[in-house]
């Protein structure tokens, strides 16, 4: 089961909704109409449903800004703690990260005094704490809560944009990596305080300050990952003895697979060794879900199998499994033939590796340390 549901595109980018969200609108709606009745419950479900649209604008910001640059957004998905637009890469320079990150907050500034300019909207601290009150004019409320998010999302607590922003003002002085690992560790202590605060009566700032937390971690990993990636040959990560599959195998032969070695992915190659796809753990267990154990390979839905050649970097396979959201990348020989594997696991171990070596080392093919 997917927990994201596509309700269309805009402008080539996929808007996506968690089921999660659709459950907290429900529960607005519920809780609404037992403290105010029917009347209370629609107004209540039609703020939240403009507020979203507003947090969609937000993302667009940054969308649109990104594109300006060349970088390309696959999809943007609305939680329940607001909107995640996925850039396929990080911007190349400071300066493209900064007017990125700070185009989505321009947008709820732009669109709270836009409905003071055109309603007459108010924007005051009143409006802003009695957002979940009916007898306030829903245009007030808009109008703060935009200011709101604008203000709450320059918070320098990184993955946020405020995070960024100040990723992008230390890169031009102390590169990428060493920026990222001091705005991630920002906000890893930012989501400690949000946390704190949201145990006196604030469920929703917890969930935030897990989230920021959780994506500051996983941020700064890829980031080191990159680094260690560049100018590294793939042949450093390129997994060579592994199992493979072809489309007339069956479903209960890769479940043998599975169980028997410490593959979670399995290539599937043509009579000739040409690969056509690559079937993931979750793409296994949905296929003997809906085909049983005796289906072929050939009509399970697989995974996405980007692949390079073997002259590529460590870095290529790397964008590829970002860019692609695969769950490998296949390397191939001058024939289009598969000679190897490059996983995301495997370029963890490697970045664990990496960092117990000492200063001055990279890794190089063969796995073995190389003096930079």
């Not at 990080?90 to 907050?105: D, H, M, S």
Request: hydrophobic content about 55%; charged content about 15%; glycine content about 8%.
């Amino acid at each position: 089961m997917s927990w994201y549901l596509k309700l269309g595109s805009i402008a080539g980018t996929a808007v996506r909704i968690h089921i999660t969200f659709l459950l907290f609108l429900a529960w607005i709606f519920g809780a609404s109409y037992v403290s105010g009745g029917t009347n209370a419950a629609w107004s209540s479900l039609l703020f939240m449903m403009l507020l979203f649209i507003c947090v969609l604008a937000h993302e667009f910001g940054h969308i649109l800004m990104a594109r300006a640059f060349g970088v390309l957004t696959p999809d943007v998905i609305l939680l329940p703690i607001g909107g995640v637009a996925r850039l396929e890469r990080i911007p190349q320079t400071p300066l493209e990260e900064f007017l990125i990150a700070i185009a989505g907050p321009l947008v709820n500034v732009v669109i709270a005094f836009g409905l003071v300019l055109l309603t007459s909207a108010t924007l005051d601290g009143g409006s802003l704490a009695a957002v979940e009150s009916a007898q306030v004019s829903m245009v007030d409320r808009l109008a703060s809560v935009n200011l709101f998010l604008a203000l709450f999302n320059l918070v320098p607590a990184f993955p946020m944009d405020g995070g960024r922003i100040l990723r992008a003002l230390l890169s031009a002085r102390l590169g990428l990596v060493r920026a990222t690992e001091i705005a991630a560790m920002i906000g890893q202590w930012v989501a400690f305080a949000l946390g704190f605060i949201g145990l006196f009566g604030s469920p929703m700032l917890i969930f935030i300050a897990i989230f920021v937390y959780l994506a500051a971690s996983s941020e700064a990993h890829m980031v080191a990952l990159r680094s260690l990636s560049q100018g590294v040959p793939v042949d450093a990560a390129t997994m060579t003895q592994f199992a493979m599959l072809t489309p007339e195998s069956r479903l209960n032969e890769a479940i043998e697979l599975l169980l028997h070695t410490s593959q979670s992915e399995f290539p599937i190659v043509d009579h000739a060794q040409r690969p056509v796809g690559i079937l993931s753990r979750a793409d296994l267990i949905r296929a003997l879900k809906e085909l049983g154990p005796e289906a072929r390979l050939k009509d399970a839905t697989l995974s996405p199998f980007p692949t390079c050649n073997r002259r590529c970097t460590l870095e290529d396979a790397l964008k590829l499994l970002q860019e692609k959201g695969a769950p490998a990348v296949g390397v191939l020989d001058g024939a289009d033939r598969l000679v190897g594997l490059v996983s995301s696991e495997r370029l963890g171990e490697m970045l664990m590796i990496a960092s117990a070596m000492p200063p001055g080392y990279r890794l190089s093919s063969g796995h073995r340390p190389a003096a930079a």
